[in-house]
């Protein structure tokens, strides 16, 4: 069994990375980044291979990744969609595992996710192997996530955290230890030809508890500053822009982001949002 992860610099790709390895300790790896030297961490292991591959030419691409057994993209789906259905085109049945984002299922302004919306509908059409398609809410666990990362990062260097709308809004944060045991699980029980599953956290929060959480684990004073939605929508209809804000970014800062499609029954996510951020806060 070889078992491909592309994206294997990234911190997800890691993740599964160490979580498919203890799961089988006979499995072969194949892991893939446009910039191999940054795989330099797998390098010496008698079961991994390390190859570059970049998505922006999906043909190459499958061809990279043709006599692998199981595909996990960890980029997202708009980038990974096309090398998906390009190794169906080469007869290649491999397991692939895809993921999009629970925003396409909310957020229907925005031109990013309509995107989405167009390769989930692709790629879910395919036939020619096992696949799964997941949509997790707000992935993180890592300093440079661009979420919760980045609200610890603005907590440690300038002690604010300012948060849109009023904070009733609810969210159901994912970890990247747990989708790594999301994918596990898809590998394992996986029977349908087509699977569309979201991924959230075991914790449903307001976007107040998560700022909060963060505020209590951040060491030092943290302040939170509310920015109501009605004052940012005014000033974006004044000037047209703020810190490159939409008006469908600020709605959807008052929409509730749970999963939009269903959950799979045989996976329950374990890292709590206070043991998450705190992982993130102890790398330092």
């Known amino acids: 069994m070889k078992t491909a992860i592309v994206g294997a610099s990234g911190a997800l790709g890691r993740a599964v990375f160490e979580r498919l390895s203890v799961e089988d300790a006979q499995q072969a790896f194949v892991l893939t980044s446009r910039f191999p030297e940054q795989l330099v961490w797998a390098k010496g292991s008698k079961r991994v291979e390390v190859r570059k591959l970049d998505l922006e030419d999906p043909m190459h691409a ?3 990744l043709r006599d692998c057994d199981r ?7 708009t980038l990974s969609g096309p090398t998906a259905r390009s190794l169906r085109q080469l007869d290649c049945h491999a397991h692939l595992v895809l993921f999009s ?7 229907f302004e925005s031109d990013v996710y309509a995107a989405l919306r ?3 509908d692709r790629v879910l059409g395919m036939g020619g192997g096992k696949l799964s398609a997941v949509r997790p809410c707000m992935i993180y666990g890592d ?3 661009g979420n919760v990362g980045r609200l610890i990062g603005l907590a440690r260097k300038l002690r604010i955290l300012p948060m849109m709308g ?5 969210q159901q944060p994912v970890h990247y230890d747990d989708l790594a045991r999301l994918v596990a699980r898809l590998f394992e029980d996986q029977t349908a030809e087509q699977l569309a599953i979201a991924a ?3 914790d449903v929060l307001s976007m107040t508890q998560m700022y909060r959480t963060v505020q209590s684990i951040v060491p030092g004073p ?3 500053i509310t920015i109501p939605g009605s004052l940012l929508r005014l000033l974006i209809t004044f000037f047209g822009t703020l810190m490159n804000l939409s008006n469908a970014q600020v709605r959807r800062s008052e929409t509730d982001r749970l999963p939009t499609w269903p959950l799979l029954p045989s996976w329950t996510p374990i890292v709590s949002f206070d043991q998450g951020v705190r992982r993130i806060v102890e790398k330092r």
Do not use: H, K, T
């Open 62 to 64: 499958a061809a990279v």
């Open 71 to 77: 595909v996990v993209f960890c980029p997202i789906l």
């Open 101 to 107: 984002s629970n925003n396409v299922g909310i957020d």
């Open 118 to 120: 167009a390769e989930e």
């Open 143 to 145: 300093i440079a996530d």
């Open 166 to 170: 009023s904070g009733a809004a609810r």
């Open 200 to 202: 959230g956290g075991p």
């Open 222 to 224: 943290v302040f939170i």
